[in-house]
């Protein structure tokens, strides 16, 4: 293999892939990316075998093609400290040198035969929705996930999708986050049969690597994984198995239910100011719907109480939910906070559900009151 | 031989039977002497089960060019996950499974393995050191081989099932490995490339109680040497326990400044010394001698000592507790010396 590249653009490319290559692991392979050079393409690879990327590298001169192991903290400092425009490399099989203007540097490559392999998108089948769509799936569930219990499934955001429909949702048991949006489905297209519970982390990274794209994403879902490219990445990810909870069914189905639209910005900043003397022992706030208006009472032994009002379009009988501020404001705070959301809930021992006009939707189960 | 185990054959067919009706189980218990090839076996059972040719499962026979096969063998298969006990615990712990208090939940075989397979059909666990569970990684274990993940394949090796906690017992298949017989011991040696002496060769393996990873510790002169060394002493009637203990010491030390190589060494010495003893046994009681010639012939000379079975007995049992205390983080000098008082005590 023999190239020349711009540094800028190739440090760029390899700090993206950089992201997945694990601080630490058992398998030395994988604190390696993978240099795969044709004629009319560069790519780079990483995994740390739950999830890989491919990212095209642009503006390189190819003189000779080849596929090359580099040892990705050295290979990283090298272009990093290097002030040079342009970086020739020149591998065989068993080490490269990378040229500088005056600076040479000779490193030892492994058997590329021993990295695992990463999955190209050759699908025929696929969804196809915008970047910005698919950002905002993510980053309104991705919060909701519970990397932290054995229940490995909750860890991940479930990927739904059925007649030009897709549906991205996440919970940790107490609260679940739902958004939704329409995609464009290649003919022919047949939703995987199986599950799809893509790992927070994989989803974290699709997030960032999509964010300056404002172009079309790919999605393809298979059995054990699933694919999604953007204009320069492929990112392939494994799912994760075990059972999600059916979702479809948290949400209530109220037929006697109040519903009512708030400002978002003046109720965010009530729930964080009640939320101000909740301790971790007592974390609960009282959401008292009165006639007129809502109030918001929180208190704790050790440091005092609070109350904040706020007037509301409601005047039936009182009502007092209590529920966890850091849920409410965890859902308040990946919305515009200049529009309305709506709050749908019945008493204090059901579910209340929060939703927008864009298919976005939150329930959020009430702590128990007499506590 | 099936894919280059040897002197397993018992157990392979026992796998192929189940392999071919399709009934491989869950939880693999391997147990058996140190050194015998459970790890071989369980890699080579993983890359068979694991093959990306057709009916690779069935027949059990890799087919060594694959993808698969390729990435088992550098030890980079995304499906293959083994846990070994690390050099400074002494106890395989929690967050080998589930990550440490930092990262609870979010790294660890058990984590690994709630992710579907990325290259085969089935995902493999290999948990080396079994033995050594303590009480919370052996029951963090429990969900995982109560209910394991569908097609997920757990092997726990151990040189014993009684040194599983029974919960772990009752969810496992327990699969026995015998001794290796000395001539493939001595083969192995010489087509591994550690002995080319066939002679020296067929002296380790007969030392070796049928390990070929104690036979490759024999192989080391110094430790070779220590060993008649120690016969020499145990033999005499009345131990010089000053002397005795001093040469042991002086060899502990000559292993090295960290720890966990000395303690490895005293280990090994006291294995010579339980070697000694359990032969003495076979001769008083009646049964026939085993081991090499220098044991035999230490135990032949030991006989004008007049001890009885009782005594042997004592000692060997001072000898195991020795091994609990060299685990457990004792003064070497101390234990050392505790040691051979006890052994030299009439």
């Not at chain 1, 991205?168 to 609260?175: F, L, N, P």
């Not at chain 2, 000395?262 to 003893?277: E, G, T």
Request: proline share 4%; charged share 25%; net charge negative.
């Amino acid at each position: 293999m023999k190239i020349t590249c711009q540094r800028e653009k190739f440090l760029t490319a390899l700090q993206t892939v950089a992201a997945v290559v694990p601080t630490r692991s058992t398998k030395n392979i994988l604190q390696n990316v993978k240099l795969e050079i044709g004629d009319n393409f560069a790519t780079l690879m990483a995994t740390d075998l739950e999830v890989g990327i491919r990212y095209e590298v642009s503006n390189i001169q190819v003189e000779r093609p080849g596929v090359v192991i580099l040892p990705v903290a050295r290979f990283g400092a090298i272009l990093r400290e290097s002030a040079d425009e342009m970086i020739r490399m020149n591998a065989n099989d068993r080490s490269i040198v990378i040229q500088g203007e005056h600076s040479e540097f000779n490193l030892q490559v492994t058997d590329p035969a021993e990295f695992p392999p990463i999955a190209i998108f050759e699908e025929t089948q696929y969804v196809e929705l915008s970047a910005r769509l698919f950002r905002e799936l993510i980053h309104r569930t991705i919060f909701a996930t519970d990397n932290e219990s054995s229940r490995y499934a909750l860890g991940g955001i479930l990927i739904d999708i059925e007649n030009d429909h897709i549906a991205a949702v996440a919970t940790d048991g107490r609260r679940l986050a739902k958004m939704e949006g329409p995609v464009t489905a290649t003919d022919g297209y047949v939703p995987s049969e199986g599950v799809t519970i893509v790992p927070s982390r994989a989803m974290q990274l699709i997030e960032r690597t999509i964010s300056d794209s404002e172009n079309e994403v790919r999605i393809a879902c298979h059995a054990n994984d699933i694919l999604v490219k953007s204009q320069y990445a492929t990112i392939y990810a494994r799912l994760l198995e075990g059972r999600f909870p059916k979702w479809r069914d948290v949400f209530p189905k109220y037929s006697d239910a109040v519903r009512m639209d708030l400002l978002i910005r003046p109720f965010y900043a009530a729930v964080r100011q009640a939320a101000i003397v909740t301790t971790e022992e007592s974390r609960g706030i009282n959401f008292t719907f009165g006639s007129g208006a809502l109030v918001l009472t929180g208190q704790s032994a050790d440091v005092g109480q609070s109350r904040i009002e706020i007037p509301i379009p409601y005047d039936g009988a009182e009502v007092t939910i209590k529920l966890d501020p850091r849920f409410v404001s965890d859902f308040l705070r990946v919305l515009d906070l200049d529009k309305t959301f709506n709050m749908t809930w019945k008493d204090g021992e059901n579910a209340v559900l929060c939703s927008t006009d864009d298919g976005y939707a939150y329930v959020i189960m009430p702590l128990a009151r007499d506590r | 031989m099936w894919q280059t185990i040897q002197g397993h054959d018992h157990v392979i067919d026992r796998f192929r039977l189940a392999a071919m009706r399709g009934r491989l189980s869950g939880t693999y218990l391997l147990v058996g002497p140190e050194g015998v090839g459970k790890r071989s076996m369980a890699v080579q059972l993983a890359k068979a089960i694991l093959c990306l040719q057709q009916d690779s499962e069935q027949s059990l026979n890799a087919c060594n060019a694959c993808e698969s096969c390729r990435l088992l063998d550098s030890g980079n298969h995304p499906d293959f996950h083994t846990i070994t006990k690390r050099n400074d615990r002494q106890l395989v712990t929690i967050d080998l499974l589930v990550g440490d208090q930092n990262h609870r939940n979010r790294e660890g075989l058990l984590v690994d393995m709630a992710y579907k397979p990325a290259l085969s059909s089935r995902k493999i666990a290999m948990i080396d050191d079994a033995d050594l569970f303590n009480i919370e990684s052996a029951n963090t274990l429990l969900k995982t081989l109560e209910e394991p993940p569908p097609g997920a394949i757990i092997f726990l090796i151990g040189t014993s099932q009684n040194r599983q906690l029974p919960t772990i017992r009752s969810r496992s298949q327990v699969i026995r490995f015998g001794r290796l017989a000395d001539d493939l011991v001595a083969d192995l040696l010489i087509s591994k490339g550690i002995i080319s002496d066939p002679t020296r060769a067929k002296e380790l393996a007969s030392a070796s109680y049928g390990s070929i990873s104690r036979a490759i510790q024999l192989a080391d002169e110094e430790l070779w040497q220590f060993r008649a060394h120690l016969f020499q002493c145990l033999v005499a009637p009345g131990i010089d326990r000053l002397r005795v203990a001093r040469a042991a010491a002086k060899f502990v030390d000559g292993a090295g400044t960290e720890t966990y190589v000395r303690r490895v060494r005293l280990q090994q010495i006291v294995h010579f010394a339980i070697d000694f003893y359990r032969g003495i046994l076979r001769s008083q009681s009646g049964a026939d001698p085993e081991g090499d010639s220098l044991l035999r012939q230490a135990i032949a000379r030991s006989q004008t000592d007049a001890t009885g079975p009782d005594d042997t007995l004592r000692r060997l049992d001072c000898c195991l507790e020795m091994l609990t205390y060299i685990s457990r983080n004792v003064n070497l000098a101390t234990l050392i010396e505790w040691w051979i008082d006890a052994l030299a005590r009439p």
